[in-house]
T-cell receptor, first 111, second 110 residues
Framework: SQTIHQWPATLVQPVGSPLSLECTVE??????LYWYRQAAGRGLQLLFY??????ISSEVPQNLSASRPQDRQFILSSKKLLLSDSGFYLC??????????FGQGTRLTVV | QKEVEQNSGPLSVPEGAIASLNCTYS??????FFWYRQYSGKSPELIMS????GDKEDGRFTAQLNKASQYVSLLIRDSQPSDSATYLC??????????FGTGTRLKVLA
């Protein structure tokens, strides 16, 4: 069976510090991978998605970036965090045209 | 602008009742539809997928899809307090990009 791992679960970072969130998927190959952000009481905002190694589509212009160095690894990064980057970050995977499955999420607080 | 609309709620139902959650979407080419449950502070978990018009049942859950009316719903029979959560409707208009509604908060009253 497939599993998705996302870490860390919680993170408190100062403004201006870098960020690196990692997500890995097990039990499948060539998954579609996603990064979403959910602000408190809000819907899911698609940040990036990837359909293959090195292929990244950005949905929202901002100070975040994503990379897919390996088939089942997806990384969300920032060089300098802003207060507005606080939120619940969710990694997800899917097979094409089917349901998406989410990791446990990372709650990021920028202080 | 492709949109998925849900009533934010809260929808309050007594224990044992049927909870009815509704969702409308704007993109007529959408072919895949999903319901997720999200407990407070947790990530969304998939409840149901539906791809064809009509009803799809899984235990206490029934998803209903009407593509002509661009409407998808979720019925929860015999609602339990543990069903209290936010329910997210998601649509896949194309191949990769899921569009999520903002969710309906359900409260099941014991």
């Amino acid at each position: 069976s497939q599993t998705i791992h996302q870490w860390p679960a919680t993170l408190v970072q100062p403004v201006g510090s870098p960020l690196s969130l990692e997500c890995t998927v097990e039990g499948t190959s060539n998954p579609n991978l996603y990064w979403y952000r959910q602000a408190a009481g809000r819907g899911l905002q698609l940040l990036f998605y990837s359909v293959g190694i090195g292929q990244i589509s950005s949905e929202v212009p901002q100070n975040l970036s994503a990379s897919r160095p390996q088939d089942r690894q997806f990384i969300l990064s920032s060089k300098k965090l802003l207060l507005s980057d606080s939120g619940f970050y969710l990694c997800a995977w899917s097979r094409t045209n089917t349901e998406a499955f989410f990791g446990q999420g990372t709650r990021l607080t920028v202080v | 602008q492709k949109e998925v609309e849900q009533n934010s709620g809260p929808l309050s139902v007594p224990e044992g009742a049927i909870a009815s959650l509704n969702c409308t979407y704007s993109d007529r080419v959408s072919q895949s539809f999903f319901w997720y449950r999200q407990y407070s502070g947790k990530s969304p978990e998939l409840i149901m997928s539906i791809y064809s018009n009509g009803d799809k049942e899984d235990g206490r859950f029934t998803a209903q899809l009407n593509k002509a009316s661009q409407y998808v719903s979720l019925l929860i029979r015999d609602s339990q307090p543990s069903d209290s959560a936010t329910y997210l409707c998601a649509v896949l208009p194309g191949t990769y990009k899921y569009i999520f509604g903002t969710g309906t908060r359900l409260k099941v009253l014991a």
